[in-house]
């Protein structure tokens, strides 16, 4: 059995907005040893992910950032808020990708355990940021419940800003007070909320050292009415042909319509070439 609360109605009440500094962007990435972000993966934490209370959003807008700038998506995992899961799954990810994100796991509560878990994978302690702390306390200055809490619930509030001490602490919204906090040069911790990684991984783009615009991949979907089968063999050998270039091939069915051909390569000139040729043979649509 579940049960579904309602939250109440605040669209009576504007807070005021906030205005944050953003955080001074490095001239030498710590990331960046001289060449760009070439592989990724997505670690997505929380109980809430796995028994199908929470729909998983942000690896799909992660995937889609990764493809839009040029890095390779290579693993995303979803995992239990559990301390030995998140130590074995980010320091395998971190010896392995360039550019690693967490999501969820941060809030005040008991099974918040993303940070402390993360600051024992990478041998670190944990110490409160003052920085965060301040901002923090700025956001609810005009929220009433804030005043009204308990000494023990300050503290868990607080616990939102207990980091691995030797992390770097990226402040990437002037109306968010929640960081971007990064471990390794390449783990970046980011909200569950959807709306706030969405944002904060946006804004984040400053920070990395990003694929040129040249490398990046073009995508060229062709629709046809005909079934996969008819054009297996077509795309089969398309693909064979096209592989030396690093253009990929993939169909994906539409349920009794047709089926989508998907061409992806660096040579924009050399995906619409081909998306010509694939109209051709299956009688289909750009």
């Given at each position: ?5 309602v ?21 030498k990435?710590?990331s ?6 070439k ?11 796995l ?20 890095i ?7 995992i ?10 980010s ?24 940070y ?5 994978s ?12 301040a901002?923090?306390e700025?956001?609810?200055?005009y ?17 939102m ?25 390449k783990?970046c911790i980011?909200?569950g909320?959807?709306t706030?990684?969405?944002?904060m991984?946006?804004?984040?783009k400053?920070?990395?050292?990003l ?8 995508r ?19 693909q064979?042909?096209?592989?030396p270039?690093?253009?990929?091939i ?6 009794q319509k047709?089926?989508?051909v998907s ?6 000139g050399?995906?619409h ?6 109209e ?7």
């Amino acid at each position: 059995m579940s049960c579904t609360a309602v939250p109440p109605d605040n669209s009576t009440f504007q807070l005021p907005p906030l205005n944050f500094a953003i955080s001074p962007v490095p001239k030498k990435n710590p990331s960046d040893k001289g060449r760009h972000i070439k592989t990724a993966a997505a670690l997505i934490i929380g109980d809430e992910i796995l028994n199908g209370k929470t729909l998983d959003r942000n690896s799909n807008y992660f995937a889609r950032f990764c493809f839009e700038h040029g890095i390779q998506l290579k693993r995303i995992e979803v995992i239990a808020d559990d301390e030995a899961e998140i130590i074995e799954a980010s320091r395998r990810m971190v010896q392995t990708y360039d550019f690693v994100v967490t999501s969820g796991g941060i809030g005040p509560t008991h099974d918040d355990i993303t940070y402390a878990s993360l600051a024992k994978s990478f041998d670190q302690g944990l110490v409160y940021h003052d920085e965060t702390l301040a901002r923090m306390e700025e956001s609810g200055k005009y929220r009433t419940w804030v005043s009204k809490q308990s000494e023990e619930q300050r503290t868990a509030r607080k616990r939102m800003a207990l980091f691995p001490d030797a992390a770097e602490v990226i402040f990437v919204g002037s109306d968010i007070w929640v960081p971007v906090v990064r471990l390794q040069g390449k783990l970046c911790i980011f909200p569950g909320i959807p709306t706030l990684f969405q944002k904060m991984l946006d804004n984040l783009k400053p920070f990395l050292p990003l694929p040129p615009e040249e490398e990046r991949p073009f995508r060229l979907q062709v629709f046809t009415g005909l079934p996969e089968s008819s054009i297996a063999p077509f795309l089969t050998d398309l693909q064979k042909r096209v592989q030396p270039e690093g253009i990929r091939i993939g169909s994906y069915p539409v349920l009794q319509k047709g089926v989508y051909v998907s061409l992806i390569g660096a040579d924009r000139g050399r995906v619409h070439q081909l998306g010509v040729e694939v109209e051709k043979e299956a009688e289909a649509e750009a």
